[in-house]
């Protein structure tokens, strides 16, 4: 009986270790066979370099070898694009969230309650002068369709006319920070809700002005909660902007 116990002992955990490698085993079997495409430097990039669209490109490596919170997937590069790499990293080389300076993070700038927002323009021309900390005015540049008479003569029924018109979409908001395409700005959530309908509706352009100028600062009227933007909300805006 003595005997017995200790060999019934050994049995289970002998059961135990045979259960627990089948167990990873399966894992490993279940895990082959998947990938995850990671950014690695198209060329060697210099500490102080911004991350641009061209810098990188997408690798795809096995799922179970993937450094979850160190490695950037490629899904995730517009996290990386546009911060400033801490050290130099080699061509080829994995491109990790450890590259880049925390300190470029826009997060502390953003307001008490606000969303930070990207805003990408149509033309990134103005963006070479643009700096943090600039106040800029955006325009939004939208088709619009219009029924006007076909003729002078009434009976001969209407037209739909597209015209393309500008309107100031916000007269003055300070740079947050820049993007390659683009800047982040603070705003209010239906601000932000605004401004991401806008860029649906047509194109955004930047308009650089003097730091703490007042002169021909238009009020644009902050649309209700839960109104949504359409081209009716816009043209309405922008009609009391210059007070018609």
Sequence with gaps: MKNTIPLIIAVVFGLAAVLAVSRTLSQRDNARGKTVAVLKASRTLKAGDTLGANDYVSHVIPADVYIAGQQVRYEDRNMVEGLKLNHDVMQRSFIMMSDFEVADSPSADVGLGEWAVPVHFADGALLNYIQRGDEIAIILWVKVQRTEAASRDLSAGSKVVE??????????????????????????????????????????????????????????????????????????????????
């Design 163 to 244: 015209q393309q018109e500008a309107r100031v979409l916000f007269p003055r908001k300070r740079v947050m920070n820049k993007m390659q395409n683009g800047v982040i700005l603070s705003l209010p959530p239906q601000e932000a809700m605004t401004l991401l309908a806008a860029q649906r509706a047509g194109e955004l352009y930047p308009v650089l002005r003097r730091r703490g100028d007042s002169g021909s600062n238009l009020e644009i009227r902050q649309l209700p909660a839960g109104e949504a933007l359409t081209m009716e909300a816009l043209e309405k805006m922008n009609r009391e902007a210059i007070g018609e």
